[in-house]
């Protein structure tokens, strides 16, 4: 199993900046790749940003790229999300999640990873 713990959460005034954490544990050597998600109340859980654990490939949705950006330290085995400009709809539950099955192609597909962390509340004030 792998375990991920979020951090870095909280609010912040529009425009404003955020970066957060996702520390892996556990049988992290089985990680192909590592994404964020975001839940807003009310809505389906969203795909955010993703990038492989080797190579360093990443995806993004369409409502954040240019403003967020995903990276990781496989030292540390954690990743980051950094969130600039941030606009009261980018508020949610931010998550971490990995996967072990290698598809670049189905990235942003929740269905594709296998452990979650609890997620972390980012708030964005108008």
């Known amino acids: 199993q792998v375990q991920l713990v979020e951090s870095g959460g909280g609010l912040v005034q529009a425009g404003g900046s955020l970066r957060l954490s996702c520390a892996a544990s556990?049988?992290?050597?089985?990680?192909?790749?590592m994404g964020w998600f975001r839940q807003a109340p009310g809505k389906e859980r969203e795909f955010v940003a993703a990038i492989t654990w080797s190579g360093g490939a990443t995806r993004y949705a369409d409502s954040v790229k240019g403003r967020f950006s995903i990276s990781r330290d496989n030292a540390k085995n954690t990743v980051y999300l950094q969130m600039n400009s941030l606009k009261p709809e980018d508020t949610a539950v931010y998550s971490c999640a990995t996967r072990r099955v290698p598809s670049i192609a189905t990235l942003t597909l929740t269905s594709g990873y296998d452990y979650w962390g609890q997620g972390t509340q980012v708030t964005v004030s108008s």
């Open positions: 556990g049988r992290t050597f089985s990680i192909y790749a």
